[in-house]
Nanobody, 120 residues
Framework: QVRLAESGGGLVQAGGSLRLSCVALGSILNIRNMGWYRQAPGKQRELVAAMDNAGNTNYAESARGRFTISRDNAKNTAYLQMSSLKPEDTAIYLC??????????????WGQGTQVTVSS
């Protein structure tokens, strides 16, 4: 059983910073990608940032230059450092993990999300 545990969300004023954490718990090996998505009310879920196990990163245009994703592979943990936050960053932020166990189809896991609210 695999579970993603997110933390670090909260309420912050515009211009402030938050750091999100996501740890993959349970029997999970061979993590390929770890990433963060977000979903605001009435909007589609969108990629914020992702990193593969080689350290390659992919950022949404809106996040580039303000957000930084990092990973601690030994701890199966991903972080999202968010700076210069804007009210439009308000959303539920969800952790995503793609596990690629050799000989098996890839498995995609989602966390329950952590709320980030940025006040103006």
């Amino acid at each position: 059983q695999v579970r993603l545990a997110e933390s670090g969300g909260g309420l912050v004023q515009a211009g402030g910073s938050l750091r999100l954490s996501c740890v993959a718990l349970g029997s999970i090996l061979n993590i390929r990608n770890m990433g963060w998505y977000r979903q605001a009310p009435g909007k589609q879920r969108e990629l914020v940032a992702a990193m593969d196990n080689a350290g390659n990163t992919n950022y949404a245009e809106s996040a580039r230059g303000r957000f930084t994703i990092s990973r601690d592979n030994a701890k199966n943990t991903a972080y999202l450092q968010m700076s210069s936050l804007k009210p439009e960053d308000t959303a539920i932020y969800l952790c995503n993990v793609l596990n690629a166990r050799p000989g098996y189809p890839p498995s995609n896991y989602w966390g329950q999300g952590t709320q980030v609210t940025v006040s103006s």
